[in-house]
Each structure stands twice: as C-alpha cells, then as structure tokens.
C-alpha cells in the first residue's frame, strides 16, 4: 500500500475528502516524528509502541571484499505490536 491509497482509505472511511485526509496523515506523520526526536517513545494503546534505541559501533564485513569495517554506533526506530493489533494480523 503506498501513501496515496492510505490517504483515499482514510478519507473513505472517516467521510473527509482527499485534501484532508493527507493534511491529517501529514500531521500525524509529523507528530510522531517530533515525539520519536524529542521524547524518543510513542505508545499508541492497542496499536503498538515507536521507540528510538542505541545501536553499539561494531564491526562488519564488506560482502564483495570480505574486507573488515567498522560500523559507527547510530539511533535506530524500533516498533513493537500492541496486543490487538497482533490479534488482528492473526
């Protein structure tokens, strides 16, 4: 599903048109992401919860050289299920 078929999903199923169904997907999109940067977890009950955790520097090797190199530590986002949407997936 790409975003266009989100924002006609939404604008069908809460009855607004296109034009604002991206404006509100936009807006929780932004949302989320200034929650992620600022607080650095989002927990949306039944849904499923954003976290942003550490990653440790580490070492790696190239596939086509087989060469050793040094990964740098990053931030990454993880996502954990919440209980209903696992029963809905189910």
Do not use: C, H, W, Y
């Amino acid at each position: 599903m790409t975003k266009a078929d989100l924002v006609s999903k939404i604008a069908d199923k809460a009855g607004l048109t296109k034009s604002g169904s991206e404006k509100a997907l936009n807006a929780f999109l932004e949302s989320v992401q200034d929650t992620l940067v600022s607080e650095g977890k989002l927990t949306l009950t039944g849904f499923g919860t954003f976290a942003v955790e550490q990653r440790k520097a580490r070492n790696g090797r190239n596939p086509r050289t087989g060469e050793e190199i040094k990964i740098p530590a990053s931030k990454v986002v993880k996502f954990r299920p919440g209980k209903i949407l696992k029963d809905a997936v189910k």
